[in-house]
């Protein structure tokens, strides 16, 4: 680039890598490295790069491509990350999107397919370093009325393949305790079950983690009941005759009185105040529900 560089000769596709994974890596060290003499593209052409990168929903290939230029320089501990999603709700419109010749806002799911029904809600994900500073949008779906929980579990499975794909290390997953999004957490701690009985996965922790999304699915379910015939034996009301209801609750503060958070830089052991705060409560609704029944029995 430095010795066969002459004015008005397009840039090659591995300048454009080099001079693209340089200003990702800092801009500031990119502007210094050109006013010192260095030749690279201009700031504004780098940018007019980025721009020309078509989105849609789903995983678009080129851009999939810069996120993996963007984390190339990252080590191990740095590509660490938590899968974050989350719902909002946008405005019933329809717009043509000239670049991609197609009309956008209808529900559009990427690899789950599109239907003639008007998008109201958008399902964003993200991805954020867990001991570095960064996050970088992964990807978007538009939907009439919500994702299901099952939709939900293919669209995560899609995002945890393509994460591993350019090299990040997807470690957690992060969102509201929505009826959706628990029902997804059901289906992925049976989806992992099944793959740790049929060797399709080789974790040593899988099953544990499984095991802990079931103890604290049933947990929510079980501190959240509202209805007398719940079609959902978790969420039906503590008695005798739903003995679960109690054993989850339990179960989840068996676990948590024990458990304790792991620096890996440092090695320090410590119980953050969510574990703490968990056990209180569930102390608080066992020892409630069995001193109002002893105090029934007794009257």
């Not at 929510?220 to 054993?247: H, I």
């Amino acid at each position: 680039m430095q010795l066969l560089y002459k004015k008005r000769k397009t840039w090659s596709a591995s300048e454009k890598k080099i001079a693209l994974s340089l200003y990702y890596k800092s801009p500031s060290t990119y502007k210094f490295m050109r006013t010192n003499g260095i030749i690279l593209p201009a700031e504004s052409t780098v940018r007019r790069w980025l721009n020309s990168i078509s989105f849609s929903t789903g995983f678009p290939e080129k851009y999939m491509e810069q996120i993996k230029l963007k984390i190339s320089n990252m080590n191990k501990q740095e590509k660490k990350c938590a899968i974050l999603l989350d719902e909002i709700s946008i405005m019933r419109t329809i717009e043509y999107n000239k670049v991609l010749d197609e009309i956008e806002d209808f529900e559009d799911l990427g690899s789950l397919g599109r239907t003639n029904k008007l998008g109201s809600h958008a399902l964003v994900v993200m991805v954020r370093g867990l001991y570095a500073k960064w996050k970088i949008p992964l990807c978007y779906f538009f939907t009439g009325s919500g994702v299901k929980g099952n939709n939900l579990v293919t669209i995560i499975e899609e995002c945890v393949k393509q994460i591993l794909s350019i090299g990040l290390l997807p470690t957690c997953i992060i969102c509201d305790q929505g009826t959706q999004n628990r029902r997804m957490y059901t289906l992925l701690g049976a989806a992992i079950k099944t793959c740790v009985a049929t060797k399709e996965l080789q974790s040593l922790t899988a099953l544990d983690t499984a095991n802990f999304i079931d103890i604290v699915n049933n947990m929510f379910d079980s501190a959240n009941s509202k209805n007398l015939y719940d079609p959902n034996p978790n969420r039906k009301p503590m008695s005798d005759r739903n003995p679960q209801v109690l054993e989850n609750i339990e179960n989840a503060n068996k676990l948590f009185k024990d458990a304790t958070k792991i620096c890996h830089k440092t090695k320090k052991i410590t119980t953050p105040p969510c574990f703490v705060g968990i056990v209180w409560t569930t102390n608080a609704i066992s020892q409630l529900y069995k001193s109002e029944k002893l105090e029934i029995l007794n009257s």
